[in-house]
């Protein structure tokens, strides 16, 4: 493959990868078996997802027979056309700028913003053996799984591909299952007092009352 294809570039697969790999670890600090299988699963969809971007375009030599005869004028194998949703959906101009770019940079942001957060709150409720219910654990009981699911989503808006696809559903449970396994983990070390945060904080969808409503279980 030469490098007139934009892909071949395998020292960007390895940079990109490192860096949000990195960038995740720098968050989560994983310390147990379910801190590192979390951040595995975060892993193994960037390195799959950057191979595509930058290394080679399965998907796109998958689908080509498809996408050359509804779009012959297009050279799929020109790196900026490997935004494959903004061909399909019709959009013009430099896919860096369309709607689906910006919002997938939005969610990256905030998935990041989220994964922040809650590990702020989660390392000081750890030092302190306590249990973690404020800021985004005031909202959902899981907030770094939360925001890697947000941030897969975000990348698969960009730039999707089959594999990425494929791990996509199986990583979200995943997640839901390394959730499940860490919440009878709490109830064993908190007892009642984790039931009640169950009963009062959802799961998964946020609730923006959550600081409310422990200020009036305190």
């Given at each position: 493959m030469t490098t007139e294809s934009g892909y071949g570039l395998w020292s960007l697969v390895i940079l990109n990868s490192v860096f949000f790999i990195f960038f995740a670890f720098s968050f989560t600090k994983p310390k147990t078996a379910l801190d590192w299988r979390s951040l595995g699963a975060f892993s193994a969809f960037i390195v799959a997802l950057f191979t595509e971007m930058y290394g080679i375009p399965l998907t796109i030599y998958f689908l080509s027979p498809w996408l050359t005869k509804l779009y012959p004028n297009v050279d799929f194998l020109a790196h900026?056309?490997?935004?494959?949703?903004?061909?399909?959906?019709?959009?013009?101009?430099?896919?860096?700028?369309?709607?689906?770019?910006?919002?997938?940079?939005?969610?990256?942001?905030?998935?990041?913003?989220?994964?922040?957060?809650?590990?702020?709150?989660?390392?000081?409720?750890?030092?302190?053996?306590?249990?973690?219910?404020?800021?985004?654990?005031?909202?959902?009981?899981?907030?770094?799984?939360?925001?890697?699911?947000?941030?897969?989503?975000?990348?698969?808006?960009?730039?999707?591909?089959?594999?990425?696809?494929l791990m996509f559903p199986v990583l979200i449970w995943v997640y839901v299952r390394l959730a499940k396994t860490e919440e009878k983990l709490a109830i064993d070390a908190f007892g009642d007092a984790y039931v009640s945060y169950q009963q009062r904080v959802p799961a998964w969808i946020p609730s923006w009352r959550g600081n409310h409503d422990i200020a009036q279980h305190q």
């Open positions: 900026e056309n490997g935004h494959l949703l903004h061909t399909l959906l019709g959009f013009s101009g430099d896919p860096h700028f369309d709607p689906l770019h910006l919002l997938s940079t939005g969610l990256l942001v905030f998935g990041f913003y989220v994964l922040s957060s809650a590990w702020s709150v989660l390392h000081k409720a750890q030092k302190k053996g306590e249990l973690a219910q404020t800021g985004w654990y005031a909202k959902c009981r899981h907030p770094q799984y939360l925001a890697f699911i947000i941030i897969m989503f975000g990348f698969l808006l960009q730039w999707p591909t089959l594999p990425t696809l």
